[in-house]
Antibody, heavy 126, light 108 residues
Framework: QVQLQESGPGLVKPSQTLSLTCTVS??????????WSWIRQPAGKGLEWIGR???????NYNPSLKSRVTISVDTSKNQFSLKLSSVTAADTAVYYC??????????????????WGKGTTVTVSS | EIVLTQSPGTLSLSPGERATLSCRAS???????LAWYQQKPGQAPRLLIY???SRATGIPDRFSGSGSGTDFTLTISRLEPEDFAVYYC?????????FGQGTKLEIK
């Protein structure tokens, strides 16, 4: 079955750019009606959706982060990536990647995240 | 942006009891866009319910979802020891997702 694995530096300096990659295994990133999302979770707090990408390159971002976020996809490597610029301590969190399903029902579309990576911790500190 | 408010913040129950978790939206949400997740310490969230009431693959039938409009409910009919965790509701709208702040289900 499809599995996702996040990778990237665990420590980023303030004002720099956080860069993470999610590698998809067990299936093609281009198959099916899936977006690919990034979500983060500060320690002891709730989940925050960062943004998502379709394999066509179409993206949607959380309005609160949009000015600092870029999500890209590399279908040849079966990967998608996150860049978050001008980071501060508030960006310290566990970052998850997830498969974002868009499923057509009888007369409606369903949206949900059905496969998640295990998460990677990113600390912003000098 | 649609804000999801979950209640209670913490729910203390015993195994075998029934759990009822609430998720209220600041404006109407399409039922097909409402999902529930379970998260245990140190683990990624797991999809439980999508479309407000459809169980995800492999989810036991003691988990059920209901609701429409602005009020949604996750019910666990008989709590098992492995059900004690944090639960999040999530909605999709205007090409973006938002999550509720979570309900912690703890052993009484």
């Amino acid at each position: 079955q499809v599995q996702l694995q996040e990778s990237g530096p665990g420590l980023v300096k303030p004002s720099q750019t956080l860069s993470l990659t999610c590698t998809v295994s067990g299936g093609s990133i281009s198959s099916g009606s899936y977006y690919w999302s990034w979500i983060r979770q500060p320690a002891g707090k709730g989940l925050e959706w960062i943004g998502r990408i379709y394999t066509s390159g179409s993206t949607n971002y959380n309005p609160s982060l949009k000015s600092r976020v870029t999500i890209s996809v590399d279908t040849s490597k079966n990967q998608f990536s996150l860049k978050l610029s001008s980071v501060t301590a508030a960006d310290t969190a566990v970052y998850y990647c997830a498969r974002d399903a868009m499923v057509r029902g009888a007369s409606l579309y369903y949206y949900y995240m059905d496969v998640w990576g295990k998460g990677t911790t990113v600390t912003v500190s000098s | 942006e649609i804000v999801l408010t979950q209640s209670p913040g913490t729910l203390s129950l015993s195994p075998g009891e029934r759990a009822t978790l609430s998720c209220r939206a600041s404006q109407s949400v399409s039922s097909s866009y409402l999902a529930w997740y379970q998260q245990k310490p140190g683990q990624a969230p797991r999809l439980l319910i999508y479309g407000a009431s459809s169980r995800a693959t492999g989810i036991p039938d003691r988990f059920s979802g209901s609701g429409s409009g602005t009020d949604f409910t996750l019910t666990i009919s008989r709590l098992e020891p492995e059900d004690f965790a944090v639960y999040y509701c999530q909605q999709y709208g205007s090409s973006a997702y938002t999550f509720g702040q979570g309900t912690k289900l703890e052993i009484k």
